[in-house]
């Protein structure tokens, strides 16, 4: 079965443009969260949806948003951005409502390079 | 508060060589789940292995092993006779229930195993 699919895998912006990024998670799989990754600060966490809703969020400023839809599909949205976005970004899916609990199926991330 | 900790930064070693990666951490909670990914080079993080609190067993899944020892709080992961496609970024990651689970990774160990 078809893992979890983010898109886009590399893309180039500038400072002050505004960036959304796409994950489908694994069919069935009704938790997305996202996870912003960087040399000096590792894998944090931005946020997570579960059924459409937000249920968990990390420490980031309002620039970082997210959505889920219906079909469990979510994006998330960086406005004004800033060179300390530049990141590789993580969605990762897990079956069961308990996502902390349960094992997270990661995609290959989306490489945001802020120029 | 929640924390996991890898102090090692990068380690490399060679070919069939055993190396072990530490992992500590901090919780208050009673119930909570430990667990290891690995980071390929390709980006994408793989789950190990998960550990839930009231299971202190060691166990052992092929050149893997993973010691769980609550009185250190400690998680540590030994991989003998290493490969070279052991190379990779390994995170050890904590979720304890504070109303909802959410997931805290360390910042990641790099292997470099040499040939």
């Known amino acids: 079965k078809a893992g979890v699919t983010q898109t886009p895998r590399y893309l180039i912006k500038t400072r002050g443009q505004q960036v959304t990024l796409s994950c489908s998670p694994i069919?069935?799989?009704?938790?997305v969260s996202w996870y912003q990754q960087t040399p000096g600060q590792g894998l944090q966490f931005l946020f997570e949806?579960?059924?459409?809703?937000?249920?968990n969020k990390g420490n980031f400023p309002g620039r970082f948003s997210g959505r889920q839809f219906s079909n469990s599909r979510s994006e998330m949205n960086v406005s004004t951005l800033e060179l300390g976005d530049s990141a590789l970004y993580l969605c990762a899916s897990s079956l069961a409502d308990r996502a902390g609990a349960n094992v997270l199926t990661f995609g290959a991330g989306s490489r945001l390079t802020v120029l | 508060a929640q924390k996991v900790t890898q102090a090692q930064t990068e380690i490399s070693v060679v070919e069939k060589e055993d190396v072990t990666l530490d992992c500590v951490y901090e919780t208050r909670d009673t119930t909570y789940y430990l667990f290891w990914y690995k980071q390929p080079p390709s980006g994408e993080l793989v789950f190990l292995i998960r550990?839930?609190?009231?299971?202190?067993q060691n166990e052992i899944s092929g050149r893997y092993s993973w010691n769980f020892q609550k009185s250190t709080s400690s998680f540590n992961f030994t991989i003998t006779a290493s490969q070279v496609v052991d190379s990779a970024v390994y995170f050890c990651a904590l979720s304890g229930y504070s109303g909802t689970y959410k997931y805290i990774f360390g910042t990641g160990t790099r292997l470099k195993v040499l040939a």
């Open positions: 550990r839930n609190s009231f299971d202190e």
């Open positions: 949806y579960f059924s459409e809703t937000q249920r």
């Open positions: 069919s069935g799989h009704r938790s």
